[in-house]
């Protein structure tokens, strides 16, 4: 049976240090979030970082907005904050209504308050093995799984937010890296060939106990209920469980970031 | 036996639209390179963009520069293109001499006049699937191979010039992607699975018959020598050779970016 990652822990482990480490600092950092509608897991994940952000003693600023704003109210509001010096992050939660243009949205947010480090110029940073500080996803997962160099790694799921960077970062660091998608033929196949399997596509059930390797490392991205079925871990060496596992460790990664851009 | 790619053949009618194109224009796109040293290849790579902008009638100014030089004033040459109207593209021929910081080198491009596509901003935009032209050597192998959704494509060589680039934008566009790097451990497994095969390396004879499936397009982006053995063409059912394969298409393609960014 695979040992279960406690990501509750490792999060309270990772509250605490940043809370003795904002304590130190002068001025509070601030994260702005912005929601837009009223899509309830957004609504969850809103709540899970305002209370994380109250318990570390960051400012958590919530702008909501109704479906029906225009885009450019949005980003007009993005623009005052990015002039803002309080404010340390500011982050866009996705996904947002289909009636916008998330690029365009998500762009307004200066390079230097891209919390989620989706910025292009971030990104490219990333790419070139030269980070500042990465997506909250990415460094939650770099901080369970270590020693990457030689190791073959199949992600699945190829998003701006998880699945392409994270790609890059463990390229970087000396993984072999496989990219699967919705596109991908015979999944199986691939993730069959995995040491560390990453799952980050928001489909439950998608990863079965046939598609693991034994003895592999398997972590699940997947939100809300998770990618992988509960009886990988009968062959699986380590496995990430949702909720409880991942989840808790982005929400702090993400208030690292806010700190770290604070600073 | 493989079909052979005629790389020539392609890089020529490249060249004539291109040389159409630049008629229209009014003012003559310019490109800059700067090389630094007298690297023998370097040296060479120069020559073949000299003699093609010439051909298509771009303007080509080579900045030389010893060895002995001043990163500053290498950088302060840059910035002088930077601001000069008449400099559509800028690059600096890799590899640098070792005495250099080659990342903020190539960042003192302005990534408005970025022709080889590296500026972390430019690269970003690639990685989110908004790419607004691509490194050349990319570009070539986007003009060779097609049909790119399900399909299965190794890449061996995470540069950030041509493998990681190129692995983002194959998964933009349907591939599943496997990248390859020299920490690889039984790299004939991984390129034994691929549909693609792109080896950019630049190690000589790396990719050898046994290490390609049957059918497979093999693209070489190895440099001077090549990466692919020549015994490959008989598993292959395409095959780029060096030279005259991706090589002529990577230079009218860098050429294809100085008239865009000239637009």
Known sequence: MADI???????????EKLKAEIKKVKIKPKLVVVLVGD?????????????????????????????SIS????????????????TSGIMVQLPLPKNFDEFKIRRSI????DVDCLHPKNLGMLLLGKPTYYPAAVKAVLAIIKNLKGRKVVIVGASNLVGKPLAMVLSNLGAT????????????????MADILVSATGKPGL?????????????????????VEEDVAQVASFLTPVPGGVGPVTVVSLLENVVKLSS
Chains 1, 2 share one sequence.
């Open 5 to 15: 990652f406690d990501g509750q822990k490792l999060a309270k482990e990772k509250e």
């Open 177 to 192: 890296v496989t990219l699967c998608r919705s596109t991908t033929r015979n999944l199986a196949k691939h993730t069959k």
């Open 110 to 113: 200066h390079p230097f308050k």
């Open 71 to 86: 885009q450019d109210s949005i980003i007009a509001y993005i623009q005052e904050k990015n002039g803002e010096k309080a």
């Open 39 to 67: 899509d309830p897991a957004s609504r969850l994940y809103v709540e899970l970082k305002k209370e994380a952000a109250e318990r570390v003693g960051i400012d958590f600023e919530l702008k909501k907005f109704k479906k």
């Open 207 to 227: 990863i079965k106990k046939e598609m693991v390797k034994k003895g592999a490392v398997v972590i699940d991205v997947g939100e809300t209920k998770g990618d």
